[in-house]
C-alpha cells in the first residue's frame, strides 16, 4: 500500500523555524513531483511549495525567501523548513504527491494525514 506519512508539526513562537518532513512508503517506483499545501480555518487547501522529479521548484509568494522545499531521492522523502514564521502560518500541512508504484500504476494526487503547524507567542 503507498502512502505518505508526515511528520514535524508542532508549535512555535513568531520568528522561529519548523522542518516538516513526508515520506512516501510503499513499493515506489518514481516520484514525479511532491509539494506541501496548507489549509486554517475556515479556509481553502492552498499550494505552499512544491518539486518536481529534476529539481525545479515553485513557492507560494507568502512563504517565498522563508520556506525551502528540498528532497531525498533515495528516501522518496520531501522537507519543507519553515523559517521567520509568523502567526498567519498556522494550519494544516498536506503533503502531495504524484508518483508511480510498482504494480498498482499511478497516483497523480496522493494525500498525507496532514500536521499541524501553530505559530504563536
Known amino acids: 500500500q503507498v502512502q505518505l506519512v508526515e511528520s514535524g508539526g508542532g508549535l512555535v513562537q513568531p520568528g522561529g523555524s519548523l522542518r516538516l518532513s513526508c515520506a512516501a512508503s510503499?513499493?515506489?517506483?518514481?516520484?514525479?513531483?511532491m509539494g506541501w499545501y496548507h489549509q486554517a480555518p475556515g479556509k481553502q487547501r492552498e499550494l505552499v511549495a512544491a518539486i518536481t522529479s529534476g529539481g525545479r521548484t515553485m513557492y507560494a509568494d507568502s512563504v517565498k525567501g522563508r520556506f525551502t522545499i528540498s528532497r531525498d531521492n533515495a528516501k522518496n522523502t520531501v522537507y519543507l523548513q519553515m523559517n521567520s514564521l509568523k502567526p498567519e502560518d498556522t494550519a494544516v500541512y498536506y503533503c502531495n504527491a504524484d508518483l508511480i508504484a510498482r504494480g498498482s500504476g499511478r497516483y497523480n494526487d496522493l494525500w498525507g494525514q496532514g500536521t499541524q503547524v501553530t505559530v504563536s507567542s
Open positions: 510503499g513499493s515506489i517506483f518514481s516520484i514525479i513531483r
